[in-house]
């Protein structure tokens, strides 16, 4: 069995865990903030990758939401970055919309990315080169679109705030329309998908964009910070995913014009990595 298809089978059993477990009541935490929550079952659905990872392949760095691999500094050899549950708070309120996210890099190198939807039991997958997929299905190459006729998904906290309303609400405006799904590895899987065209948002940490970076890249997505660089798996950053035509337009004509503040923002906000 190759990495990546261990990295599918252990998602699949994680996720199979996360369903037995969905009618026993949760412990619920919170973390940085009383709408920030921690549960369980992320905490045991990491452990349980962990684990698996480590017995399979003890040489391979893993960094996880909850806790595993923070000290990490260096990409060499296999790196796995995984969020055991990427939309907690939907995992906490609706028991729906979530998902098991997984990216592997090697040498730094993009490698392979999982989306795992629990519920609905879609496996979105890649190997870098390869073409993405749900399930079997071999997703097409992205159309090219522009803002005037695409669907945005954006969490429309980032529209309550006057310095990031400022930049963002033109692009809701000029959009056909917007949408909010709670898990950031699931809007990576639906613009690959193509059911959204583009998801913005300023702030996501490794784990919750590497699986679906990779996703997203094998068909065709541009997939950078919103000044327009690359991400790396190591570094929390801003993200603008869209296909390359939306990803110029929004970029260049929207995001542009805000590049000083959004530079500053990012001074402030990823200032220690
Ligand atoms: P999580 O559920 O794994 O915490 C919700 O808009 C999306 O943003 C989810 O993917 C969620 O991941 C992530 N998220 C939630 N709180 C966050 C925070 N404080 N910083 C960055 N990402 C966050
Ligand atoms: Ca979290
Ligand atoms: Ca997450
Ligand atoms: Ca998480």
Redesign the pocket.
Same mark, same amino acid.
């Given at each position: 069995m190759s990495i990546y298809e261990f990295a599918m089978s252990i998602a699949r059993l994680a996720g199979e865990k996360i369903r037995e477990q969905l009618s026993h009541e949760l412990v619920i935490e919170t973390? $940085? #903030?009383p709408?920030? @929550?921690?549960t369980n079952m992320?905490k045991a659905t990491e452990a349980f990758l962990v684990a698996e990872i480590t017995k399979h392949y003890p040489d391979h760095q893993i960094i996880g939401?909850e806790g595993h691999g923070k000290t990490i500094t260096s990409t060499d050899g296999y790196l796995w970055v995984i969020?055991?549950? +990427? /939309? %907690? @708070? #939907?995992?906490v309120h609706q028991q729906q919309n979530?998902a098991i996210?997984i990216g592997i890099f090697h040498n730094g190198e993009k490698y392979a990315g999982i989306v795992y939807d629990v519920i609905d039991d879609k496996m979105y997958h890649a190997q870098a080169g390869q073409g993405a997929y749900l399930n079997d299905r071999p997703l097409p190459m992205l159309k090219e679109t522009q803002l005037a006729t695409s669907i945005i998904s954006m #969490?429309p #906290?980032w529209l309550t705030k006057d310095y990031t309303y400022e930049m963002y609400a033109p692009i809701i405006r000029t959009a056909r329309s917007a949408r $909010?799904? /709670? $898990? *950031? *590895? @699931? +809007?990576f899987a639906y613009v690959a998908l193509g059911i959204i065209d583009s998801y913005i %948002?300023l702030? @996501?940490?490794p784990?919750?964009f590497s699986g679906g970076m990779i996703i997203a890249e094998e068909v065709g997505a541009v997939v950078t910070n919103q000044l327009g660089d690359k991400l790396d798996p190591l570094h $929390?950053n801003s993200i603008l995913v869209a296909n390359s035509s939306l990803h110029k337009e929004i970029l260049e004509q929207y995001l542009e014009p805000h590049h000083t503040a959004l530079e500053s923002i990012h001074k402030g906000t990823f200032s220690n990595r």
């Open positions: 973390k $940085s #903030n709408n920030d @929550l921690v992320d939401e969020d055991p549950i +990427d /939309g %907690t @708070l #939907n995992f979530f996210s #969490n #906290n $909010s799904y /709670g $898990s *950031a *590895a @699931l +809007d %948002t702030r @996501l940490h784990w919750d $929390s």
